[in-house]
């Protein structure tokens, strides 16, 4: 049980955002710089998501985001938050993995999920290629789990070629000296009984849902079996989080990422994140109270507010659901006036959840 007066362990997920005014080169930039910060303030992950063809996310390929921010960093671990793995080939996901756990050892995670990430189009294209014929990438996850994670071992997997007398050696790397652990995540109770018999670390995407959360977990916990890499249940979970020096200057930052995320739920056009000014333009003008209710639903499952405020949240997220560390997925906006490669608001969240 996680004492609530106590801080969790703290760690971090980045989208990569991309602002109004923005570039992909100034959005990479900015990321790097908040992931620095995470690194220096002591936090104890930083974990980047795959995400396609979205105007305000630049983070569509993990392994090459962490070989960056490994690079940039020095002691946080860097992984996915995670890799989608129906996207991709079993054997390249853990070939990338074993090659970013030999460039920064230990210093690696691999997060996998089963969702798309991106829309149907995009799905095809990733999975097929244009053009080609869909197949039940999804309805092979468990497979495909327990490939990423034999391939990463030293002795890797047999595999039986036909006409071959018997099983030719593959693995991820020629000489692996060391393996990054893999968790699911999930948003439902799909990935929870899916960790729990494979006897894999849990995530829980509370920032994506932010309902069942507590019954995924337990029903991970209730159910779980030990394995070779992890001898009892691990869990962690995920909140997006907006933190200021006032509480209400920290509602204020909130709103362009709310309105993103309204845009998303109810299938308006997506677009780069407003200015925080224009997005109080639009919540104050443009808004209906169906609207308006929908947004204020999705504040009351965010933490924001002052320091004091959003540190105690974080406990009692933590303690409510019985994990011992948080991901906060920074998603304060920017001003107009913000320098297109940073992201103060976003590293100032991380500062006051760490003081």
Same mark, same amino acid.
């Given at each position: ?13 980045? /989208?990569?955002?991309?602002? &109004? ?11 790097? *710089? ?50 989608? =793995? ?28 089963? @969702? ?13 290629? @244009? ?33 071959? +007398?018997?099983?030719? *050696? ?13 968790? =699911?995540?999930? &948003? ?7 960790? %729990? ?28 079996? +030990?394995?070779?890499?992890? *001898? ?18 920290? !509602?204020?930052?909130? =709103? ?34 169906? !609207?308006?209710? /929908? ?16 540190? *105690?949240?974080? @406990? ?23 320098? %297109? ?10 500062? /006051?959840?760490?003081?």
């Amino acid at each position: 049980m996680t004492d609530s007066s106590r801080t969790p362990t703290l760690s971090v997920l980045d /989208l990569v955002p991309v602002r &109004s005014g923005q570039t992909t080169s100034d959005a990479l930039a900015a990321s790097t *710089a908040l992931a620095r910060t995470a690194d220096d303030l002591g936090y104890a992950r930083y974990w980047v998501a795959e995400h396609h063809n979205m105007p305000a996310v630049a983070s569509t390929h993990p392994p090459v985001l962490i070989g960056l921010l490994a690079a940039a960093t020095r002691r946080i671990r860097v992984g996915s938050g995670g890799v989608m =793995l129906p996207n991709h080939a079993p054997l390249v996901v853990a070939e990338q993995f074993a090659l970013l756990e030999a460039a920064f050892p230990g210093r690696i995670d691999l997060g996998i999920g089963r @969702a798309p990430g991106t829309d149907p189009v995009t799905s095809m294209a990733l999975r097929h290629g @244009a053009g080609g014929v869909a197949d039940d990438a999804v309805a092979r996850f468990p497979q495909y789990v327990e490939e990423v994670q034999a391939l990463l071992t030293p002795e890797g997997v047999g595999v039986t070629v036909p006409g071959s +007398p018997r099983p030719q *050696a593959l693995r991820a790397t020629p000489a692996a000296t060391g393996v990054p652990p893999v968790w =699911l995540l999930g &948003s439902s109770d799909y990935s929870a009984r899916l960790a %729990a018999a494979t006897g894999t670390p849990y995530v829980f995407a509370h920032h994506f849902s932010g309902q069942g959360t507590a019954e995924a977990l337990d029903l991970y916990r209730s159910t779980f079996r +030990p394995s070779s890499r992890l *001898a009892e249940p691990r869990t962690l979970v995920t909140v997006n989080a907006v933190v200021a020096d006032t509480d209400e200057e920290a !509602r204020r930052l909130a =709103l362009p990422q709310q309105l993103t995320m309204l845009a998303l739920r109810t299938g308006a056009p997506l677009s780069a994140a407003l200015p925080v000014e224009e997005a109080e333009v639009v919540v104050r003008n443009n808004l209906d109270d169906h !609207r308006r209710g /929908l947004l204020d639903a999705m504040a009351s499952r965010w933490i924001v507010g002052g320091p004091e405020t959003a540190r *105690a949240a974080v @406990a009692d997220l933590a303690a409510r659901f019985e994990v011992d560390e948080v991901m906060i997925s920074p998603v304060a906006g920017a001003h107009a006036d913000t320098a %297109a490669d940073r992201t103060p608001a976003r590293e100032r969240t991380l500062e /006051l959840l760490a003081a």
